[in-house]
């Protein structure tokens, strides 16, 4: 296992890609996920596996995996503490000329994901690739995230706006691909000790980029609704984080001369309002201070001019008849999920 030396950041090598994977109580998912990676051809690549010690068996399956697959495979222990802490780590050892941040609990379809490094060989200008991905659901049922045309590598910054304009949101940070050297030199770290940190974080991305590609078919399958996922335990402090770090980042687009800025305002205010039906996954002792926050925060969001019309009346009807509308429609889609 490697010890916490930290390579120097400006290090060159020949590597195409890093792929950084957090490893926390994931032994159920752990070889799945890293064996869809080996799998990969055609490229150079290698596995950053950061580890935060757990009390299952993910530590031993990340040890045996990397004695097996030494040549691709690292081991690093995180020197901190949560998510953010070990992506930043890892970018630290990282030394492809991409890198990639994955979840230990999700996998890739590796033929599609190897067409699309091999398309970025010698493309060493792109910043930012961002790719479509599937969702995998509890009953196994997998569904397609399409918001990008065709198969081929689109490298075109024009087609951001496109990108954009879908319902979907841009801030899944395990949809891009992004170039070490673009990241170091404008010290695009994660910010650490909260959640949510991807929102943050990837609208850096878009803001600061200068060269984008886009990728129509999908490589990475997305799990939700894993039992015993952080990611599924709702507490004041993910709201709190949440709405800072959504203010955050539509302080940073207003300020911004981005070309496409209101369509990132116009995501940002929407998942603001849909943020709403949080206040019934929080404990009812904390309801009352998750809606106190929430309607601090409602003031950014009504001067903002890149609203529709659904959203100025979820806006004009407060956080608690919007969080129980919200509530109801999720509560029904979850019940045609699930008979589907």
């Known amino acids: 296992m490697q010890k916490n030396k930290r390579i120097i950041l400006g290090r060159r090598k020949t590597m195409l890609l890093s792929i950084i994977v957090p490893v926390y109580q994931v032994e159920e998912y752990l070889y799945t996920c890293i064996k869809s990676m080996l799998d990969c051809h055609g490229f150079s690549y290698e596995i950053i596996l950061v580890l935060k010690p757990s009390s299952d068996k993910s530590e031993l399956i990340a040890n045996e995996i990397q004695k097996e697959y030494s040549s691709k495979v690292r081991v690093i222990v995180q020197n901190g503490d949560g998510l953010s802490n070990a992506r930043n780590v890892g970018l630290k050892y990282a030394v492809g000329e ?14 599609a994901f190897s067409n699309l490094m091999q398309s970025l060989e010698g493309k060493t200008s792109i910043d930012a690739i961002i790719s479509d991905y599937y969702i995998v659901g509890n009953s196994k049922n997998i569904s397609k995230v399409d918001t990008i045309e065709g198969e081929e590598l689109i490298c075109d910054n024009s087609y951001l706006e496109a990108f954009l304009k879908k319902r979907r949101n841009y801030w899944n940070v395990w949809q891009y691909v992004l170039g070490r050297k673009f990241l170091l030199e404008n010290n695009l770290f994660f910010l650490e000790g909260v959640h949510s940190e991807d929102i943050e974080f990837a609208t850096r991305v878009i803001l600061t980029a200068k060269q984008f590609a886009f990728f129509g078919k999908p490589y990475y399958y997305y799990r939700i609704g894993r039992e015993g996922s952080l990611a599924n ?100 889609r979850r019940i045609l999920l699930k008979i589907h």
């Open 98 to 111: 991409y890198v990639a941040f994955f979840d230990s609990d999700d996998y890739i379809d590796v033929d």
């Open 233 to 332: 335990k709702v507490t004041l402090k993910h709201i709190v984080d949440l709405m800072d770090m959504l203010s955050i980042s539509v302080k940073r687009v207003e300020n911004d001369k981005f070309l496409y800025k209101d369509l990132l305002a116009g995501k940002l205010s929407l998942q603001y309002i849909l943020s709403f039906v949080m206040i019934y996954d929080v404990d009812e002792t904390e309801r009352a201070n998750a809606v106190e926050y929430i309607c601090k925060k409602k003031s950014l969001y009504q001067e903002l001019k890149r609203k529709d019309a659904m959203q100025k009346l979820f806006l004009r009807l407060g956080v608690g008849y919007s969080a129980y509308v919200l509530k109801i429609v999720r509560d029904l």
